[in-house]
């Protein structure tokens, strides 16, 4: 069956014989290990920041079936000062929740509007939990880059996540 799949995927580039149609069969498949590259915000005003800090620690994976679960952190978030979980300060528990996204589920490409949906079963932010999430990407120079609509922000920030796929 994968190899099906395959044989069809090389025929449609045959037939395209564009590199437009080689960059989308570069994303044909989301499956695999994806390392994060970037994660920035751009605000309402135009400004940029980064609420994971300039080199983020991130993984998504995705296996044959769509299912993924995604990790980003924060590098150099502070450590609870009484070294047990269950008794940190109020700022160390909001940096521990501000400085990292978690969620697992479903994804799949919708390539007709050119989004990926993913299906969020739980997540670390639990408004997402049960709900679709429906971001917009770009894939370009091996880069899988997305934003999270300003919708989400409450704000009108919108805040982007870039892959690179790994090895």
């Not at 069809?8 to 590259?37: F, H």
């Not at 970037?38 to 983020?56: K, L």
């Not at 978690?102 to 997540?123: K, P, S």
């Amino acid at each position: 069956m994968r190899f099906d799949k395959s044989l069809s995927a090389l025929a449609v580039l045959a037939a395209l014989g564009s590199s437009t149609a080689a960059r989308a069969a570069d994303l044909a498949s989301l499956e695999g290990t994806w390392v994060m590259d970037a994660a920035y915000e751009i605000h309402a005003d135009g400004s940029r920041t980064t609420n994971y800090g300039e080199h983020p620690l991130g993984l998504l994976t995705v296996d044959s079936a769509g299912r993924y679960n995604m990790q980003i952190f924060r590098v150099g978030r502070p450590a609870f000062a009484s070294g047990v979980k269950t008794q940190g300060t109020a700022e160390e528990y909001r940096q521990a929740v501000l400085g990292s996204s978690t969620h697992f589920g479903t994804v799949q490409i919708d390539r007709e509007h050119h989004q990926l949906v993913f299906d969020v079963q739980a997540a670390s932010f639990p408004n997402w939990e049960g709900k679709r999430q429906v971001r917009d990407y770009t894939y370009d120079g091996g880069l899988l880059s997305y934003g999270v609509p300003a919708s989400a922000s409450g704000d009108g920030t919108v805040a982007y996540s870039v892959w690179r796929k790994a090895p």
